[in-house]
């Protein structure tokens, strides 16, 4: 399976601004991407699926302009959470996609707005 | 919209017992898959069932799949501490979305 890194592990910011998470292939060329949040006790909820060199696609109710994806290489994808709310703390963890619809998945990204 | 119905969504029991884990949709999926998350960290994929009927081993584990692909279940024989962690079944969409159950958190107790 693809080896996937993300970082940072975990972030803590200030209410008002904006955090960038990367998330990385690193033996697999990934076309297609895909980012999640989890809440604590709680399963895991696609929030876009991240095209490389197109636009991502988000499921619905999630704030595209909120949740900026930029997926500009075929081993890196990020996500920028813009004006963070504490509302928005939460884990963060992105999948690369093969070609047999399996997916690989990043350790994931602690996020916690004060 | 497809969903994933997965129970019980909560299991403590004493090690060396058995337990099932039940995945169930009104929708049929082309593949479904079980994960394991432990706390911390992302997923990792357990197995893939395909085709209808379909049983695979792990090991303890023993995955199945309905014969009318919409459930499956995940069978664990004399369970270990080891095992504790988030089990998550996902059915697998068109484009290679996954959809995921609501998870089972298992604890297994020495």
């Known amino acids: 399976g693809a080896v996937v890194s993300q970082h940072p592990s975990w972030v803590i910011c200030k209410s008002g601004t904006s955090v960038k998470i990367e998330c990385r292939s690193l033996d697999f060329q990934a076309t297609t991407m895909f980012w999640y949040r989890q809440f604590p006790k709680q399963s895991l909820m696609l929030m876009a699926t991240?095209?490389?060199?197109?636009?991502?696609?988000?499921e619905q109710g999630v704030e595209k302009d909120k949740f900026l994806i930029n997926h500009a290489s075929l081993t890196l994808s990020t996500l920028t959470v813009t004006s963070a709310h504490p509302e928005d703390s939460s884990f963060y963890i992105c999948s690369v996609g093969t070609f047999s619809y399996e997916q690989y998945f990043g350790p994931g990204t602690r996020l916690t707005v004060t | 919209t497809q969903l994933l119905e997965q129970s019980p969504q909560f299991l403590s029991i004493q090690e060396g017992e058995n337990l099932t884990v039940y995945c169930n949709s009104s929708?049929?999926?082309?593949?479904l898959q079980w994960y394991r998350q432990e706390p911390g960290e992302g997923p990792v994929l357990l197995v893939t069932v395909v085709t209808g009927g379909e049983v695979k081993k792990l090991k303890r584990l023993t995955f199945q799949f309905g014969d009318a692909r919409k459930d499956s279940s995940l069978h664990i024989t004399a369970a270990q501490t080891g095992d504790t962690g988030l089990y998550l079944c996902?059915?697998?969409?068109?484009?290679?979305?996954?959809?995921f159950g609501q998870g089972t958190e298992l604890s297994v107790k020495p």
């Open positions: 929708s049929v999926f082309s593949s």
């Open positions: 996902a059915g697998v969409q068109q484009g290679g979305k996954l959809i």
């Open positions: 991240s095209n490389e060199g197109s636009k991502a696609t988000y």
